[in-house]
Structure formats: C-alpha cells, structure tokens
C-alpha cells in the first residue's frame, strides 16, 4: 500500500521529536542562526517557491542527529526537510509508510542514480533536501572527508548547502552502543548552523566537498568550545585529538572505505 505525502503527518513526528527531547530534558543549544537563508513558505509549513530550496548537509556521529537538527530546522523555519534514508534505515512496512508520509528519499546504496534524479526533482520545485554528508555514522566524531553528492547537486541546481553541525547526539545513541534513559537524561547537544555554501556549476566537486567539510568541522569545533560539560580524558565520546578514547579519524576513515567497498560505491 502507497502513501501520499502528508504534511500534517510530518508536523505529528517533527512534534514528537521535540516532545522527546524535554521528556528526557535534553539542553539543546542552537548556534548560527543568522546563517540561515530566508525561505519562503506556505502557510507557514514549507518551501514552495522554485529555487528556494537547500542541500542541508548534517554531520553523522550519532543515530539521533537528524532529530536535533529537524528541530532546530523546523523551530526557526518551519520547514520539513526531505531527508535521504538508505533502504537499510527504511525498511519494513512501518518505516516504509513514514518515509511515503514525509516525502523522503529512500537511497538503495548499490543503485543511487534513481535517489540522486528524486532529490534533484525535490530541490528544482523548492524543498529542503537533507543529507547526512558523511555518509554513514563517524565514530572518529571529528568530520571525515565527505561524499560528493550534496556539493553535486547543489551544483546542479543552483541551491546554497546549509551545513548543520550536531554535537553531544552520539552520547545518547549511536552506532554499536547501546541506548538508555540514563544516557538521553539531560545530556547536552549543540546544533550550529554554518554560512551556507554555494557550488558553481563548473566547481571541482571534491575541491568544494572539503570547503564543506571544513565548514562542518569548524561548527563542531564551535559546539565543542561551547559544550557545557567537561570532556573527560578517554572518554568513548570525546574525540582522540582531544584526549578521548574515540576512533582517530584515520582509523574511522579506514573503516567506512571497507563499508563502501562492500556496496560497490566510489563516490
């Protein structure tokens, strides 16, 4: 059974997101707002005008990054961003039904060309397109070098790249560790917005992938300054460079080049 997009359904999960984070009373800090582009909206809900859309390239260290960047996103522009789910993340029914729901891009990693065309399509008519620019999650929690595809097709339509930068997410859930109440309860995350980039359309596009990382790394440098607990020496969660028993993001980097080799993926 097909869903048809429903934009009441997206504000109902947006909602319940935001309702999550002050159960556990999660302190979000949100940072860099005055980067973010003016939109234009209907009925105060979402991107409607051509050409006013954007790639939001969101850093990837924990599982529940997108849920603090969505909230921010929404809070300061309501807009409900598209985002790209690999087929993993999106399968079976119930899962399958939200992403119809919420209009978002299902990405099957060994044939991505049909995904790529649906977020291009999604961008030219106006939304937000959001992405996790890492690919899958960094457990190094220092930005690695980026995929090609937001700069790509930023390019191609002319769109800015609106980079979001999550920090302290990981320490409630992410990839090989387990979640709990002690770990959602109270556990700071920032969330910076960095100057949007533009692509040119001639623009090499690894050349202007780093610019981005760069950018994405520099607001996670921000949320780190910024982070209101202390980082303690070895902890999981704290990055090697800084004293912090994570993977180095060479070792990370090694890592996620396996994972790719497996999907067949070179980009």
Not at 8 to 36: A, D, H, K, S
Not at 154 to 183: D, Q, Y
Request: include cysteine.
């Amino acid at each position: 059974m097909k869903f048809r997009p429903n934009d009441r359904f997206y504000r109902l999960i947006v909602r319940c997101g935001q309702l999550l984070i002050r159960l556990f009373r999660v302190p979000v800090r949100v940072t860099g707002l005055e980067n973010m582009p003016r939109v234009t909206v209907r009925r105060g809900r979402h991107v409607v005008q051509p050409g006013a859309g954007a790639v939001v390239a969101i850093t990837h260290f924990g599982l529940v990054d997108f849920v603090f960047a969505e909230a921010a996103l929404f809070r300061h522009t309501r807009v409900h961003a598209r985002f790209m789910i690999t087929k993993k993340r999106a399968g079976g029914a119930f899962m399958e039904a939200v992403c119809e729901l919420c209009d978002h891009v299902v990405v099957d990693r060994s044939r991505g060309d049909a995904a790529y065309r649906e977020a291009v399509t999604k961008l030219r008519r106006g939304e937000y397109l959001a992405l996790f620019a890492e690919g899958s999650t960094n457990l190094s929690f220092q930005v690695r070098p980026l995929k090609t595809g937001a700069v790509r097709m930023a390019a191609e339509t002319g769109t800015p790249i609106i980079p979001v930068s999550v920090f302290g997410a990981h320490r409630i859930l992410t990839r090989g560790r387990r979640t709990s109440v002690r770990a959602a309860w109270r556990t700071p995350v920032h969330v910076h917005f960095g100057e949007p980039i533009t692509v040119a359309a001639d623009e090499d596009v690894r050349l202007a992938s780093q610019r981005l990382r760069t950018v994405l790394q520099d607001g996670i440098d921000i949320g780190i300054a910024q982070y209101p607990e202390p980082l303690p020496a070895g902890a999981w969660w704290v990055p090697a460079a800084l004293g912090g028993g994570a993977r180095t993001i060479d070792e990370d980097a090694e890592v996620y080049r396996q994972e790719r080799s497996r999907y067949g993926e070179t980009g």
